[in-house]
């Protein structure tokens, strides 16, 4: 019971905290002119300062260094456990979360070229195998149980570089990353509690305390009068990487800490389906059409909604929604539904699901709506 204060008042000291800074973030940003200018592919009008990720980072660290030093002052010490296991990979967590934060605040403040930013990211996820968190296990997935170091380490590598990117990418609309990673972070949050691993739940509530007042001013605030704020780079880097371990760190087995969960693999990547699949089929498009992997376009998920006549706020409503629906069809489905199947199952309703958003967002523009 302890704990879950802890992990309560973690959440409540980071909304504070993000309450307290985004403000004078804006003020900065208006004085010093570090706007986010509207072009063709943007879908907001008028200047909208793009630094609100700059309070993610720090606010988090310090809720949960700070919560977790009062608790140890009253007498809920760290077992050895912990101190073994979980420590260890909080702090390179921190080192990779450090990197990706200074090479965000650069981007959004003076630009980074892609390649810099790629190379950085691919330096962060090599941490985490380093901590010892990396994919040795599938679960059953394709017939596959335990798998060794030489092909769990780079799939490892890969999927933090890609749901990094994938939210990054996500970042479309007001309210649509921050809205989608609070869904993951609050799954992600009850599974560590339901196995008693309170270090990382008490980080994934503190980075959803950080978004809530995020969220507000991202969704709510007021272009006119200087209230609305983007969580540029420094934000989407930050939530990705983060989901990324969450992820992984569940899915790897550690019998010492997390008993074999049949599905764990599924479980986990059910929370970021609708931001990874989104990238995948963005990436076969250019691809089919012979352009650049990299190059930007119009045709992600949040694209679609806007072209099918759905308002920014009402798209985003609906794609957290859908994120949601997959995320419990697949935890309430794991213990009954063989994991392949499942996920051939997921990959069939986001493939259908996509050509009926084709086909309304055709009949939208043949009605000239």
């Given at each position: 019971?302890?704990?879950?204060?802890?992990?309560?008042?973690?959440?409540?000291?980071?909304?504070?905290?993000?309450?307290?800074?985004?403000?004078?973030?804006?003020?900065?940003?208006?004085?010093?002119?570090?706007?986010?200018?509207?072009?063709?592919?943007?879908?907001?009008?008028?200047?909208?300062?793009?630094?609100?990720?700059?309070?993610?980072?720090?606010?988090?660290?310090?809720?949960?260094?700070?919560?977790?030093?009062?608790?140890?002052?009253?007498?809920?010490?760290?077992?050895?456990?912990?101190?073994?296991?979980?420590?260890?990979?909080?702090?390179?967590l921190q080192c990779g979360l450090t990197l990706l934060y200074l090479t965000g605040v650069k981007d959004d403040l003076v630009g980074l070229r892609y390649k810099a930013k790629?190379?950085?990211?691919?330096?962060?996820?090599?941490?985490?195998?380093?901590?010892?968190?990396?994919?040795?296990?599938?679960?059953?997935?394709?017939?596959?149980?335990?798998?060794?170091?030489?092909?769990?380490?780079?799939?490892?590598?890969?999927?933090?570089?890609?749901?990094?990117?994938?939210?990054?990418?996500?970042?479309?609309?007001?309210?649509?990353?921050?809205?989608?990673?609070?869904?993951?972070?609050?799954?992600?949050?009850?599974?560590?509690?339901?196995?008693?691993?309170?270090?990382?739940?008490?980080?994934?509530?503190?980075?959803?305390?950080?978004?809530?007042?995020?969220?507000?001013?991202?969704?709510?605030?007021?272009?006119?009068?200087?209230?609305?704020?983007?969580?540029?780079?420094?934000?989407?880097?930050?939530?990705?990487?983060?989901?990324?371990?969450?992820?992984?760190?569940?899915?790897?087995?550690?019998?010492?800490?997390?008993?074999?969960?049949?599905?764990?693999?599924?479980?986990?990547?059910?929370?970021?389906?609708?931001?990874?699949?989104?990238?995948?089929?963005?990436?076969?498009?250019?691809?089919?059409?012979?352009?650049?992997?990299?190059?930007?376009?119009?045709?992600?998920?949040?694209?679609?909604?806007?072209?099918?006549?759905?308002?920014?706020?009402?798209?985003?409503?609906?794609?957290?929604?859908?994120?949601?629906?997959?995320?419990?069809?697949?935890?309430?489905?794991?213990?009954?539904?063989?994991?392949?199947?499942?996920?051939l199952f997921d990959i069939l309703v986001w493939t259908l699901l996509n050509l009926w958003f084709d086909r309304m967002r055709d009949q939208h523009k043949a009605a000239g709506?």
């Amino acid at each position: 019971m302890t704990f879950i204060l802890l992990i309560f008042a973690a959440f409540v000291l980071s909304a504070i905290l993000s309450r307290i800074i985004i403000p004078r973030i804006l003020v900065v940003a208006f004085r010093k002119r570090l706007f986010d200018v509207p072009d063709a592919r943007k879908v907001h009008t008028g200047v909208v300062p793009r630094l609100g990720g700059i309070s993610f980072m720090p606010t988090i660290l310090f809720s949960v260094c700070f919560v977790t030093a009062v608790g140890f002052l009253f007498g809920k010490h760290l077992d050895s456990q912990v101190l073994a296991i979980d420590l260890p990979e909080f702090f390179l967590l921190q080192c990779g979360l450090t990197l990706l934060y200074l090479t965000g605040v650069k981007d959004d403040l003076v630009g980074l070229r892609y390649k810099a930013k790629f190379v950085v990211q691919i330096l962060c996820a090599c941490l985490i195998p380093l901590s010892g968190v990396w994919i040795n296990n599938f679960y059953g997935l394709f017939g596959l149980e335990a798998i060794p170091a030489w092909f769990g380490v780079p799939l490892t590598i890969f999927l933090t570089v890609f749901i990094t990117n994938a939210i990054n990418l996500i970042d479309g609309i007001d309210g649509l990353a921050s809205g989608l990673s609070g869904a993951a972070l609050l799954v992600f949050g009850f599974l560590y509690m339901a196995h008693g691993i309170w270090i990382y739940a008490m980080i994934c509530f503190a980075t959803l305390g950080v978004l809530v007042p995020f969220f507000y001013y991202n969704v709510f605030g007021q272009v006119d009068r200087g209230r609305k704020i983007f969580m540029g780079d420094t934000g989407s880097l930050t939530l990705g990487y983060l989901l990324a371990f969450m992820a992984i760190r569940y899915s790897s087995y550690h019998p010492e800490s997390i008993p074999y969960e049949d599905g764990a693999l599924i479980v986990a990547f059910s929370t970021l389906l609708v931001p990874a699949f989104d990238v995948i089929r963005v990436m076969l498009y250019r691809w089919r059409h012979h352009k650049g992997l990299f190059s930007p376009d119009k045709n992600h998920i949040h694209h679609k909604f806007l072209a099918m006549g759905f308002a920014p706020r009402r798209a985003m409503v609906l794609i957290v929604m859908m994120a949601c629906a997959f995320s419990c069809v697949n935890i309430v489905c794991v213990n009954y539904v063989d994991n392949t199947l499942l996920f051939l199952f997921d990959i069939l309703v986001w493939t259908l699901l996509n050509l009926w958003f084709d086909r309304m967002r055709d009949q939208h523009k043949a009605a000239g709506l």
